[in-house]
């Protein structure tokens, strides 16, 4: 395995990497999406902060690509949408820089209040900058804190302990949520018009880009503060500056910018009621060590187990649910794969899964079993795209969970319907991965070993010489599963030890009594 970190990740995250066998390369940003293109070919995984970008046209060619790895909160820098149809995982660490941006913000707080910035250069250029400089306390003031998670919560409860009477608001959260924390929530533009001081900490999305536009910034208190450490994109940026010059807000600290990073020309960077950093809310020792060790472990397991956290694409799966369902994906993509030669462009497919099912995360389990499915049929398909790639061909898939097991502890359903016929296989881990009924016919063979399906009519001499055809052309039989249709006919799961070339099959299916021979 190989992953290119980008953007200086920590060490401490890259140590592991190498210590689970993967090789690991390093990069300075790479600004250019054709640059990282080209870089990216034979990668399975790449570590990016906030100085790389990965958009759509740096994933045209990342045919092997399986994880995208935010060392941070924010993936507004990633194509998700782009990586999903790709199938690529796209994973982040939001709870390792928690505590560095919200005392960032803090810190954002107090510059405000006591002029730091501007006292800080007024003595370095010579000055004693007292006069003009006169701030305000913090304790008895009232922080509004939009976006009520980790960060905005972490932010919330240290305004609390310097005595500042915090109310919240937070689109993500529903309105019977207001009332049961410690934090009143409030609706925006009431929040906005109460405080003294507002302080963003919620992503950048297509709903929440310049959420604070003109309109909602002169909504908000005269003479009031804005603090922006969140993402850029949040406020307009046009308009703050407008409303700074009118005097309608006091001050505004931004810790992240439309454009990153910012233009030298800005006008943000003259105002002087402005403080501007460069987007250091992450940007402590301790919090670049923890991203990365996170995010390492999060790709480790991932590609080693199936197990999903901090994954923006996919739902999660902790590592003792991964345990639990692991024994079944190679299964799974087995079946996948079979059912896909079985029904080659299938449109219903429904999976039922039997008996003992309590405490069982099916969700993977379906969704690398449809990878498996249409795989054959395009380009990439991997179980983070393969419900969207599932739709977007018109295969409906359907799940069922519970029912009764036939005797076996966990027994797997699956239907196919497609070009006017339908299949159906049972399957479990009895003794390994089997299957052990298809078309409704007991059977018992392994779905990953090389198998003859044979249709034949049911009389004697017909078994006899297919075995001496595959043992005249040096082909061991593993294993022969012989039902009967009915009919008047059988069915065979015939084991190999080998692919059985296309002339021998040929031979196969000239045999007296062969109804069909196929090479699963």
Not at 105 to 128: N, Q, T, Y
Not at 228 to 233: D, E, F, T
Not at 288 to 310: C, H, K, P, Y
Request: proline share 6%; charged share 20%; net charge negative.
């Amino acid at each position: 395995m190989r992953v290119l970190a980008c953007d200086g990740i920590h060490e401490d995250g890259l140590a592991l990497f190498r210590e689970a066998g993967w090789a690991v390369e390093t990069s300075e940003p790479v600004k250019d999406p054709a640059v990282l293109a080209q870089r990216l070919a034979g990668f399975d995984a790449v570590l990016v902060r906030s100085a790389t970008q990965v958009p759509a046209e740096a994933l045209a060619a990342a045919d092997k690509l399986r994880v995208i790895g935010r060392a941070g909160a924010g993936v507004d820098t990633i194509d998700v949408e782009a990586a999903t149809a790709r199938g690529i995982a796209v994973m982040n660490a939001p709870d390792g820089n928690t505590l560095a941006a919200a005392e960032h913000a803090i810190s954002l707080l107090f510059a405000l209040a006591r002029h730091v910035p501007r006292a800080d250069a007024g003595m370095k250029a010579g000055e004693w900058p007292k006069a003009g400089l006169t701030g305000f306390e913090l304790e008895g003031k009232k922080l509004g804190v939009i976006g009520l998670g980790r960060i905005g919560a972490t932010v919330a409860r240290k305004a609390q302990g310097i005595g500042m009477e915090v109310a919240a608001h937070d689109p993500f959260l529903p309105a019977a949520a207001a009332g049961k924390g410690s934090v009143p929530l409030m609706a925006l533009e009431q929040l906005l018009a109460w405080a003294d001081v507002v302080t963003l900490h919620i992503p950048r999305t297509k709903d929440t880009t310049n959420l604070l536009d003109e309109t909602r910034l002169r909504g908000m208190k005269q003479g009031a503060f804005l603090i922006n450490a969140a993402r850029g994109g949040l406020v307009d940026e046009a308009a703050l500056l407008q409303l700074l010059d009118e005097g309608h807000l006091a001050g505004a600290a931004l810790d992240t910018f439309a454009t990153e990073p910012l233009p030298k020309e800005s006008p943000l960077r003259g105002h002087p009621r402005l403080v501007l950093t460069p987007h250091l809310g992450a940007s402590t020792g301790e919090a670049q060590q923890a991203v990365s060790t996170i995010l390492a472990r999060q790709i480790i397991d991932f590609v080693a187990t199936g197990a999903v956290a901090g994954c923006v694409n996919l739902p999660p799966l902790t590592p003792e649910t991964a345990r639990e369902v692991g024994p079944w994906m190679p299964l799974m993509t087995a079946l996948g794969r079979l059912a896909a030669r079985l029904v080659p462009a299938p449109v219903k497919l429904h999976v039922t899964y039997a008996g003992r099912t309590e405490g069982l995360d099916t969700r993977p389990l379906t969704r690398l079993l449809v990878a498996a499915l249409l795989g054959p049929a395009s380009g990439r398909v991997t179980p983070v795209n393969a419900l969207h790639e599932a739709a977007a061909r018109g295969l409906e898939v359907a799940e069922t969970l519970g029912g009764d097991g036939d005797g076996f502890d966990r027994l797997l359903r699956i239907r196919v319907e497609g070009a006017g016929q339908v299949r159906e296989l049972e399957a479990t881990l009895h003794r390994g991965p089997r299957v052990v009924r298809l078309d409704g016919v007991e059977l018992d063979f392994d779905p990953q070993a090389h198998i003859l399906l044979m249709r034949n009519e049911d009389k004697p001499g017909v078994i006899g010489l297919v075995g001496s055809h595959l043992g005249a052309a040096g082909v061991n039989i593993v294993n022969f599963s012989l039902g009967a249709t009915g009919d008047g006919g059988a069915v065979a799961a015939i084991t190999v030890d080998r692919e059985v070339a296309p002339a021998q099959l040929q031979s196969l299916r000239g045999i007296p009594g062969i109804l069909s021979m196929e090479q699963l």
